[in-house]
């Protein structure tokens, strides 16, 4: 089933203007981490999606952010603009093109460039001047790392950019893909997501995530309209319903598995469920607790293998309880059961990628090569499937 059918004339290029109906918090007080619960409506969009697909969303910036800028321009934000990355058909105000169309993070050396080549005072002009050196590539990336552009507007004064100077550095704000968290099933008209909120300080001022914090403050329940599109994606549950799967998510990797419970149990699928789910502290962080309780009481949720990492002196992972439960995970792998990894890319996932090839090499009594090719196997199947990111 196509996610996005030619009945919906919403899509990436005219995203729907939705609402945020629900807006709750997951972790309980105490907790390091701020990790929402947040229902987006989408009646009357007739957007469609299934399990394992994303909801895009349009964010746009703190409003504090885009005046500070507009101050140390000395501009009005009605000043007419084109962005050169947009294509647009006419100009749209500064203001506009600061709060919903383009990013405010990450500048690039080409706006030192371009301030060194501007800036009338000798101590900035000094400043700038080291930065651009050759010499200096390394000390710039990491001066850049710390920085958004406000703060180059803020630290270089004398550099004065005009509008139009100052977009023509600007990427483009982009869509944030987010694992949907409910079934259709349950839930046609409704899109749950599971957002951890990201808020952290560089250069003294303070920073979040466009996106999360959008969905977390700035949309207003049922009045802020918030553009979205569904994301289509080869991940999902298997076709037939008496197929077990292993579920490995932890953090807000959890996501699509709750959309993945809610689909089994509404198309009545007879396949055993077993989840593997990790974070910081259980008192605090396990998401969606009462539900996978409830899930265990009435049968759906076979097993659920938790990992707080900090509960203990020693640190526990998903993977150590993947390989705590070798003998039993190879026994529902070798018997056909689907394997599904969601969440961070850079280390979680590659650590289970490691134990999976690890228990099936050992419990399998194959080499390393089997033991490999077993694996690539599994993919090609599509038994072993990854959303991470």
């Not at 004065?160 to 550095?169: F, I, M, N, R, Y």
């Not at 077993?274 to 009481?297: N, P, V």
């Not at 599904?340 to 134990?355: H, I, N, T």
């Amino acid at each position: 089933m196509s996610s996005a059918p030619a009945t919906s004339l919403y899509h990436k290029d005219n995203p729907f203007p939705a609402r945020v109906t629900e807006n709750r918090l997951l972790n309980k007080p105490g907790s390091h981490k701020e990790t929402r619960h947040i229902v987006v409506n989408i009646a009357g969009s007739d957007l469609h999606y299934k399990v394992g697909d994303s909801l895009g969303v349009f964010s746009s910036n703190r409003a504090s952010e885009v005046d500070e800028i507009l101050q140390r321009l000395n501009a009005t934000g009605d000043e007419p603009v084109s962005p050169v990355m947009l294509k647009l058909p006419a100009p749209i105000s500064l203001r506009e093109a600061l709060t919903s169309r383009l990013a405010l993070a990450k500048p690039t050396r080409k706006i030192v460039d371009t301030l060194a080549t501007k800036a009338t005072n000798e101590e900035e002009k000094a400043r700038l001047a080291t930065l651009v050196a050759p010499e200096g590539k390394d000390q710039l990336a990491g001066y850049l790392e710390d920085r958004e552009y406000v703060d180059l507007l803020a630290e270089y004064p004398s550099a004065k950019l005009t509008p139009q100077e100052l977009v023509d550095h600007m990427r483009k704000l982009m869509p944030r893909l987010y694992s949907i968290a409910s079934s259709s099933k349950p839930h046609p008209h409704e899109v749950h997501l599971t957002v951890a909120v990201v808020r952290y300080m560089t250069n003294h001022r303070e920073r979040v995530g466009v996106a999360s914090s959008f969905l977390a403050d700035r949309a207003q329940l049922n009045t802020t309209p918030v553009p979205v599109f569904v994301s289509d994606s080869h991940f999902g549950v298997p076709a037939d319903g008496a197929t077990d799967i292993i579920m490995v998510g932890p953090g807000t990797g959890v996501a699509p598995f709750r959309a993945f419970m809610q689909e089994r149990i509404a198309t009545g699928a007879k396949g055993r469920n077993w989840l593997f789910f990790g974070d910081q502290h259980r008192a605090t962080d396990y998401l969606y607790e009462e539900e996978w309780y409830a899930w265990q009481a009435q049968g759906a949720l076979t097993r659920a293998d938790l990992a707080f990492s900090r509960d203990q002196t020693l640190k526990v992972y998903v993977q150590d309880r993947m390989r705590e439960n070798a003998a039993e995970l190879w026994s529902w792998i070798k018997g056909g059961a689907h394997f599904y990894v969601c969440g961070d890319a850079k280390r979680m996932a590659k650590d289970v990628d490691l134990a999976l090839h690890q228990i099936i090499e050992e419990r399998g009594g194959l080499n390393l090569t089997q033991a490999a090719d077993y694996v690539k196997q599994m993919k090609k199947d599509k038994r072993y499937q990854r959303d991470v990111y």
